[in-house]
């Protein structure tokens, strides 16, 4: 068994989309990226490639590539999923920091998508939402989402 951690953060602009586990949140302000910026599976690649020692989202897709211009974040997990070999994800336990807006039954939602990609049991995937309480300086002013995640793999 393996244990991973992974953290992605990303600052939040208008005129972009908010994706969040594959999941397109509704807001005003999106995830400034050379991606589409989605956090949460950036956090989760992290976590995998930390847990297998095999570096981290930055050195696999760098944001200099052109080829990851706007890409969608399943298909780098997709990716990812492919290299570990006869590996396989337990579980994911995940907490995204958002001021707004309030993600409330959304991780449901996120948590099944990830479950999907990943190939497991949704009863292994937690997503869970915290807000920055109004401190932590672009988190807490709603100009920022941090995920932090956490994998298990056999």
Do not use: C, W
């Not at 991606?35 to 599976?41: K, P, T």
């Not at 920091?97 to 993600?103: F, S, V």
């Not at 672009?138 to 956490?150: F, K, N, R, T, W």
Request: charged share 20%; proline share 4%; net charge negative.
């Amino acid at each position: 068994m393996r244990i991973g951690t992974g953290f992605d953060i990303h600052r939040l602009v208008p005129g972009r989309s908010l994706v969040l586990g594959g999941i397109k949140v509704p807001s005003d302000k999106g995830s400034l990226a050379h991606s589409d910026g989605d956090a949460l599976i950036h956090a989760v690649i992290d976590a995998i490639l930390g847990a297998l020692a095999l570096g981290d989202i930055g050195k696999l897709f760098p944001d200099t590539d052109p080829r990851y211009k706007d890409i969608n974040s399943e298909t780098l997990l997709l990716a990812v999923l492919s290299s570990i070999g006869s590996h396989s994800i337990v579980n994911v336990d995940a907490t995204v920091i958002l001021q707004a807006p309030k993600l409330g039954d959304l991780t449901f939602d996120m948590a099944s998508n990830l479950a999907r990609i990943l190939r497991i049991d949704p009863s292994n995937v937690s997503v869970k939402a915290k807000t920055a309480e109004h401190l932590l300086g672009e988190l807490g002013s709603g100009d920022a989402v941090a995920v932090q995640a956490s994998v298990l793999i056999d």
